[in-house]
């Protein structure tokens, strides 16, 4: 999906003011001991590295699914919800978002028992997927017109500790490493008039219980769970205490066992929050020293899993499953950072920027800009390519007066080419002139973000043979 939560935004700096507060308000019950000191520090950057993912999901599942009076609430677990429209700049709960696709999503609860996920037929040509991620935000499925050919039917979707036959009729299982996960649904939008479209296909995607497929009585309820709140304040307050929640519902593989035991040593990841009190109150500035660390490495981290590609990082890397990952949690937390809920590689590829090729900060409030594709020399996408503008500061969609807040492959028609075979596409806070704004993509007033989304990508993308053409001062 290729986005990450708003309520993130600054959690280190409230994170430093939480950890004083903690100290002042708590008489040490012990001294400071250096030594001790730089192994909590080590730890923290290694539990912040390690937790990102998992809290930057814990936060979207709680406005999603959980907390009815979020104005991003979608349906309670195990119920599907349809968006028959793509998302625009009042969408604020994620950023970065897509909007070429509107979105459905499925948030399952698999304590109980499986989910079974039914798919229409969907006309060829038409890209859809629907990306199974869980709570440790490995992509451990994705069910579409690549990745399963567009095959209809029923596909099941079970919990880590289900035991039990795929029963006959299910085209396929997929196996999720937590018991809570999220299901994003990507349906192609064509063009605003294509909408009934999407919506009737929409209509034929479903999310059932096991037991309500196969027509059996349903097994006992799992217990009722008392999630935390999780509003902005909340979550960029007490990230280590939504970790430790996060946790209990994601039963530790075998490459997370010295993570595990680490965090544990400090109070996360085994419900005794207490002791986790204790050791900030005494070595409160060692864990936020170590969970801003972490924060740096991800961040100069990402650039590691993309190519420098004319002021552009081409992502080598989306999304992944455990194995991919296999105990990099370095590698994880930028996938996670550069763009939540990423698809697979195979599935699409992104290139991202903020930047003109000389490493200059884009801001449309000092400059106009452009980049073309030259003739022949198109994105290629097997399914669709788009650009999208964010704003710099939030990786929120662009308000703007013509409510255009990207330019993709289907609206090629419509946009003018220039007398070479080229295309170019202008990038300013204000109309280029009517006879260039069918290719105008609004930009805000400060500085900008860019993300290029290829469908499907071709074979000569993945073999390096096309690169993303750079960005141009056009004033």
């Avoid at 229409?120 to 629907?130: D, M």
């Avoid at 440790?136 to 500790?161: E, H, K």
């Avoid at 009190?277 to 961040?299: H, P, R, S």
């Amino acid at each position: 999906m290729n986005h990450r939560p708003t309520m993130l935004r600054g959690a280190l700096a409230a994170t430093v003011l939480l950890l004083a507060n903690l100290a002042a308000a708590q008489t040490p019950a012990q001294e400071h001991n250096p030594v001790e000191a730089l192994r909590i520090q080590n730890i923290a950057e290694e539990a912040y590295i390690y937790g990102l993912p998992i809290v930057m999901n814990y936060g979207v599942m709680y406005s999603y699914a959980v907390d009815k009076d979020s104005p991003q609430y979608k349906a309670p677990f195990n119920h599907l919800h349809n968006i028959a429209r793509v998302f625009t700049p009042e969408d604020k709960a994620v950023v970065t978002a897509n909007s070429d696709t509107p979105y459905s999503f499925a948030w399952l609860d698999l304590r109980a028992e499986p989910m079974v996920l039914s798919v229409p037929p969907v006309e060829k040509g038409r890209y859809y997927s629907q990306m199974l991620c869980d709570g440790n935000t490995y992509n451990y499925g994705v069910i579409g017109s690549i990745a399963t050919a567009g095959v209809p039917g029923d596909y099941l979707v079970v919990g880590p500790d289900w035991k039990g036959e795929m029963p006959k009729g299910i085209k396929k299982m997929f196996r999720s490493t937590t018991q809570f996960s999220m299901v994003g649904y990507r349906t192609q939008l064509f063009s605003p008039q294509d909408i009934e479209n999407v919506k009737a296909i929409q209509a034929g995607y479903k999310v059932q219980p096991l037991s309500t497929w196969l027509k059996e009585p349903a097994p006992p309820a799992a217990q009722a769970v008392t999630f935390p709140a999780a509003d902005k304040d909340s979550i960029k307050k007490n990230f280590f205490a939504y970790l430790d929640f996060a946790l209990r519902f994601a039963p530790a593989a075998p490459e997370e066992k010295a993570i595990r035991e680490k965090l544990a040593s400090i109070g996360i990841g085994n419900g005794e929050m207490d002791h986790f009190k204790a050791v900030a109150a005494v070595y409160g500035e060692e864990l936020a020293a170590g969970a801003a660390a972490g924060d740096k490495l991800i961040t100069q981290s990402i650039s590691q899993h993309g190519q420098s590609v004319n002021g552009w990082t081409l992502m080598t890397e989306g999304g992944g499953n455990r194995q991919r990952y296999n105990g990099d949690w370095q590698a994880r937390a930028a996938v996670a950072k550069a763009g939540i809920y990423a698809l697979d590689a195979s599935e699409a590829r992104y290139a991202l920027t903020r930047t003109l090729p000389n490493g200059e900060t884009l801001d449309a409030s000092k400059h106009n800009y452009t980049f073309t594709f030259a003739a022949g020399e198109l994105p290629p996408a097997d399914a669709f390519w788009s650009v999208t503008m964010y704003d710099g500061a939030t990786q929120l969609l662009v308000a703007n007066p013509i409510q255009r807040y990207l330019i993709n492959s289907p609206m090629l028609p419509n946009m003018q080419k220039n007398a070479d075979g080229s295309l170019t596409i202008h990038i300013q806070k204000d109309s280029p002139g009517k006879d260039k704004e069918s290719n105008w993509l609004p930009a805000p007033d400060g500085p900008v973000y860019l993300a290029l989304r290829i469908y499907g990508p071709q074979e000569q993308m993945n073999k390096g043979q096309w690169q993303v053409p750079p960005l141009v001062l056009a004033d």
